[in-house]
């Protein structure tokens, strides 16, 4: 033991005195931030310049009515309530005639719109006033709805905007042609605001039943996704390094003078006890300084203190794995090169769970994510991520995670160090994977 406490003080000192881990300590936060602050930047400045839309009418009865509420939305959304400054850009419709040549409308409208005269035109379709409910393709699913034509990229939420003022429009019309007085059709077709609530509780020590609480959007996903993608980060940056770097030593001999101190295991979990203090370090600088961020900017509530716990925990289980697989694989590796040809599959157990983050968010106590979520090597990304969400997930989930992880993460130390014992010392040829599989199994 004295041993291995040796080389891991010896590597995790070297480490953390270098300009590198010091500089990537400061500006790993700087880039990760600095996407949430433009962000803010650019949501406390948007673009308000007025947006000039064309209606290409084939009903006949629509275009006037969809102007009209396009005007009103406008009235209702362009200012902010609370301050008064202008917070969207206007949308000024604008009615375009209709022609006998379809195509050569559309592409005289679309001209103006890359022109940058028109920011975008809508064609109404003739059915689109009374659409069937049968399904059709091809030109009758065009004369059926409406379609929007424009140059922005597909991010911006106009569609969803222009899409209101239409339907509305469209609402509206078919109103007046039963009849309706049109003095009553914003009574009709008033909306009423769905706020998102979080549930209520019971104290368990005073047994006093909570209030009721708006639940930000923030709540919902952006802790969610922050915890989880800094987790993912803080094992990427220490687990990866590890691979080349002992593939490196490998390939100028430094393991052959250490053997005559130190056992090829002792040797190895050193390392992986390096690596992983290196990668507490930089998580509670970066743990702690997000926390004071946080309450800096009075959004304490915001701070998943219950889960600190099940992040450190998640953490370490991930980068005993991670690091024991890189110290096996780069023991294996006859060069540096060789090694960053496996570093892929090294970061796979991490990168994998993340494609499915989406899918886990909208449905996070569905099947799916539950299964996903107890396969051990995705455990720590995505138990974490379910468990920061509003919902929660039942209590037995993660305690039955924990134990998969470690025991998986035990299972990959045992099969990794018999791989290093014998690796360390082949030259020559990089072996295959069933050599790996032969030597994890056989020492």
Known sequence: MRRILLIAKRDYLTSIRSK????????????FGGGFLGMALLRARPDIKDRRVAILDRTGAAAELVIEAAREQNAKELFDKTTGKQQAPRYLFERAEAASDVNAERLALS??????????????GPEAMHPPDDTATGEKAAARRAGYF?????????????????NDGLRRARLAQLGVDQSHFRDLLRTVTVERMGLIARDPKTGAIG???????LEGFAVPFTVVTLLMMIVLVGASPMLPAVAEDKTQRVFEMLLGVATPFELMIGKVLAAMARSITSSVF????????????SLTALVPLSLYFWFFVYLLAELLMLCALAAALGAACSSPQDAQNLGLLLVSPVLVPYFFLMPVLSQPNGTFATALSLFP???PLL?????TLPGGIPVWQPWAGLVGVLAFALAMTWAAARIFRVGILLQGKTPKPADLVRWAVRG
Not at 112 to 120: D, I, K, Q, S, T
Not at 286 to 297: A, M, P, R
């Open 211 to 217: 209030a009721a609480h708006k639940r930000g959007e």
């Open 286 to 297: 970066y743990v702690i300084g997000g926390t004071f961020v946080l309450v800096g900017l």
């Open 111 to 124: 001209d103006r719109v890359r022109g940058g005269e028109l920011f975008a035109f809508v064609e109404i």
């Open 20 to 31: 590198a881990f010091i500089i990537g300590l400061i500006v790993a936060p700087i880039l």
């Open 150 to 166: 424009t140059n922005a990229s597909g991010l911006d939420s106009s569609r969803e905007w222009i899409a209101d003022a239409v």
């Open 383 to 387: 138990m974490l991520l379910r468990e």
């Open 377 to 379: 090597p995705f455990t």
